[in-house]
Nanobody, 121 residues
């Protein structure tokens, strides 16, 4: 049975940092992604990483501030978030799919339960 379990969310002041982790079990995926959903808004793409870990993709809104990485030996994916802004406040979801990275929500097969990130001004 496939499971994705996120951890690391919390409350932080603007300008601060948080590190989200996602532990996958059941299988290893070609692509892991992070998405986020703020209240009243659609779920949006944040970042994705390919199998090798060398190819990463980011939403324009987080480029230069967030870093996605994966550890295939541990089957984990991490999102390091720096210089956080109040507009980064959302529930963050880890997602997984086979094949190449994508920013499209409906291409991801498996999802975690989400972890809340709140950035205060």
């Amino acid at each position: 049975q496939v499971q994705l379990v996120e951890s690391g969310g919390g409350l932080v002041q603007a300008g601060g940092s948080l590190r989200l982790s996602c532990a996958a079990s059941g299988r290893t995926f070609g692509t892991y992604g992070w998405f986020r959903q703020a209240p009243g808004k659609e779920r949006q793409f944040v970042a994705a990483v390919d199998w090798s870990g060398r190819r990463t993709y980011y939403a324009d809104s987080v480029k230069g501030r967030f870093t996605i990485s994966r550890d295939n030996a541990k089957n984990t994916v991490t999102l390091q978030m720096n210089s956080l802004k109040p507009e980064d406040t959302a529930v963050y979801y880890c997602a997984a799919k086979g094949g190449l990275p994508s920013s499209l929500t409906n291409e991801y097969e498996y999802w975690g339960q989400g972890t809340q990130v709140t950035v205060s001004s």
